[in-house]
Nanobody, 123 residues
Framework: QVPLVESGGGLVQAGGSLRLSCAAS????????MGWFRHTAGKEREFVSSISWSDGSTNYADSVKGRFTISRDNAKRTVYLQMNSLKPEDTATYYCAARIGGTYYYASSYVYWGQGTQVTVSS
């Protein structure tokens, strides 16, 4: 059973918006901080954003700060990534992940991962 399932990816023109969702099942949400990463072939997986469980504090990569917004609905066990003013360089497979402890920008801190959703931004 895959505990995290992403959705909302697609093809969008530069300047457009998309909202990614990540639905968690079972115990994979309560107490976990959540993060979004992205990966492009030939590059390392890149931290995008994270949100804590306790107080909802957020962190963003410099490349997306001011354009992306992470949020979570604990009642729905869902975390969102609102992506505005998209650029071609945002093209990647986006993954959500869950962690307890560790460092928010290290992929190795996350113990559960979704299958990914593709975002393609055309110029």
């Amino acid at each position: 059973q895959v505990p995290l399932v992403e959705s909302g990816g697609g093809l969008v023109q530069a300047g457009g918006s998309l909202r990614l969702s990540c639905a968690a099942s079972g115990r994979t949400f309560s107490g976990y901080a959540m993060g979004w990463f992205r990966h492009t072939a030939g590059k390392e997986r890149e931290f995008v954003s994270s949100i804590s469980w306790s107080d909802g504090s957020t962190n963003y990569a410099d490349s997306v700060k001011g354009r992306f917004t992470i949020s979570r609905d604990n009642a729905k066990r869902t975390v969102y990534l609102q992506m505005n003013s998209l650029k071609p360089e945002d093209t990647a497979t986006y993954y959500c992940a869950a962690r307890i402890g560790g460092t928010y920008y290290y992929a190795s801190s996350y113990v559960y991962w979704g299958q990914g959703t593709q975002v393609t931004v055309s110029s």
